[in-house]
């Protein structure tokens, strides 16, 4: 009997291996999502004249030491804050622990360039801060005394790591729900402290995890174009922006995203040798719980406060902020207008989400039916796009769109005498297409998790009654996969709601959302016009927080409470 099954399951997998519609369908997405990366290759190879010469001798050198100094201190930043604030709440026990597990999340709602608006339109000379100091110490002007500058490289730094630490924390606190207690255990009898332990055996254990935060942070601030432009400080995004948009050379632009692309995959690079050649193993089962140190006196204050920083100063400080703008706002402002914005971002994210989420269910069972090599390369492209930086995928998308849209008008002048002029570029769906490169990776992850769940059994055993694979996917697995597909379009809805370079540059004419919105009327400092757009940005960011906060509290069942020191 067991041969006839095993001989049925492989006559099953031969049958369901012949290149059919599935197989050719997720060969196509992977090559869609390849074409920008490739467009922008075969572009920089262009010749552009003396403009890169230019560049290499005037302004390269600083977009390469910003972009490189800013990335290394945002990710210095993002480690300190979110290994330390993950390690707090897992192991100790101090007043409020339970509150910052979820709380400490919240900053990832907030976009990095809203942040910045915020708190320079707070700490800025006009602000109320220094307004404030000024009017108690009688102070007349700058020369009376000093304030930290806000428009700085070092301030975009602070207030991106603000917003990207939760990356670190929330791997490096399921990396440390998932450590065995023995070994921790073990640690401490062989006369280990608290703080040796920390470094000696949970921190080595909890790197991959760590290095996977950090490399996400690092990304993340790579694409960031917002921010860096409200303060001037020129990196590669920036760099790219204004050589294509202000100075018209789509090469001399390409040279610059081909290069951005090498500082991307030199961070994957890393992220991949940091961990090459090392295991990491549990030995107990992971619903032990852990051992936890009850902290009293300053040691549980010093706790409290180095878990409510973060929270305070990425979240509910900002946060109060806008509402005080939102409030003060006339409802003129909310009208028709902010009305349609809301409705275009809608649109965008809705279509992105569903695209996305269709592409990846498509591709994932195209996977598992295939089982290929080609197949499991098409799936590293699908990866790769979350990698590529907004300014690179919008200069990737335009090249393609713009060439088949001249070709089509080219032959429709020929053929017709008519004039087609722009059907894909300079459209929505040039903006969703954009969307769905960048963000497929996430639902396409999510799916491919959930889907691998699923027994291979319940495809032979459909099979043998007949059902062919599309009937199988409808009836079987679709109802399986509904929670993880509803999860899979709220990340990438939320991801599209506050995507910026790639809005700037792709929108429609005279198209607004929420993120162009807010960046235009902060760009000229009025952003109490602004701030209700912010507000819709940072509630609907909130869903993704609260989904990830919940899954992360079922790792593990929730630690003992032991006395001991301060880890």
């Excluded at 809805?493 to 929420?514: G, I, Q, S, W, Y």
Aim: hydrophobic share 55%; net charge positive; charged share 10%.
């Amino acid at each position: 009997m067991g041969m006839t099954e095993a001989a049925a399951a492989r006559g099953v997998a031969v049958r369901w291996r012949r290149p059919n519609g599935w197989v050719l369908g997720t060969l196509l997405i992977g090559a869609l999502v390849a074409v920008p990366i490739v467009s922008v290759a075969v572009l920089a190879f262009v010749p552009e004249g003396d403009l890169w010469w230019h560049l290499v001798t005037t302004v390269l050198p600083g977009y390469v030491f910003n972009t490189l100094l800013l990335a290394f201190c945002v990710g210095m930043g993002t480690l300190v804050l979110g290994t330390g604030t993950a390690w707090l709440v897992t192991m100790c026990r101090f007043p409020g622990r339970r509150m910052f597990q979820w709380a400490l999340l919240l900053p990832l709602a907030f976009p990095s360039y809203i942040l910045a608006y915020t708190y320079t339109d707070l700490l800025d000379y006009a602000g109320p801060v220094q307004a404030s100091l000024r009017a108690l110490f009688g102070w007349q002007s700058m020369q009376d005394y000093w304030f930290p500058p806000v428009r700085t490289l070092s301030g975009a730094a602070v207030f991106m790591a603000l917003v990207l630490y939760p990356y670190v924390y929330l791997l490096a606190r399921a990396a440390f729900l998932e450590q065995s207690a023995g070994v921790l255990e073990a640690s401490r009898s062989l006369g280990h402290g608290p703080w040796r332990t920390f470094f000696g055996v949970s921190l080595p254990m909890a790197r991959p995890g760590i290095s996977v935060g950090v490399s996400l942070a690092v990304m993340e601030t790579l694409n960031d174009f917002g921010t860096v432009d409200f303060f001037a400080v020129p990196t590669f995004s920036v760099g790219i922006y204004r050589t294509w948009l202000g100075m018209g050379n789509a090469p001399a632009a390409a040279q610059l995203a081909l290069l951005l692309l090498v500082f991307v995959i030199l961070v994957l690079w890393w992220e991949r040798a940091a961990r090459r050649g090392q295991r990491y193993h549990q030995h107990d089962s992971p619903l032990e719980p852990l051992a936890g140190a009850r902290l009293h006196g300053w040691r549980a204050g010093v706790a409290t406060l180095a878990c409510a920083l973060p929270v305070v100063l990425g979240f509910l400080v900002p946060g109060a902020v806008l509402v005080e703008y939102a409030l003060g706002t006339s409802v003129e402002a909310l009208g028709g207008r902010f009305l349609g914005i809301a409705a275009n971002t809608l649109l965008v994210a809705v279509l992105a989400a569903l695209v996305c989420v269709a592409a990846a269910l498509f591709m994932c069972y195209g996977v598992r039916l295939g089982r290929r090599r080609s197949l499991r390369t098409g799936a590293r492209l699908v990866s790769a796009g979350y990698a590529v930086p907004g300014a690179v995928l919008a200069l990737g998308v335009i090249i393609p769109l713009a060439g088949l849209d001249n070709q089509v008008d080219a032959l429709m002048r020929a053929w017709f005498g008519v004039s087609t002029g722009l059907i894909l570029s300079g459209t929505v769906l040039a903006l969703v297409y954009a969307y769905s490169v960048r963000f497929l990776a996430l639902p396409f992850g999510t799916l491919e998790a959930a889907l691998g769940k699923i027994t291979r059994s319940m495809d032979h055993a459909a099979q043998s009654l007949g059902k062919g694979p599309g009937e199988t996917l409808a009836r079987i697995h679709l109802p399986m996969l509904r929670g993880s597909m509803l999860t899979a379009g709220v990340l990438v809805f939320v991801d599209a709601m506050k995507e910026l370079p790639m809005t700037l540059v792709l929108r429609p004419f005279n198209f607004e959302t929420l993120a162009t919105h807010v960046y235009q009327f902060a760009s000229d400092e009025l952003l109490e016009q602004a701030a209700p757009a912010a507000i819709g940005i940072v509630l609907t960011g909130l869903l993704p927080v609260l989904l990830l906060s919940r899954a992360i509290t079922r790792t593990r069942a929730d630690a003992v409470e032991l006395p001991g020191g301060l880890p």
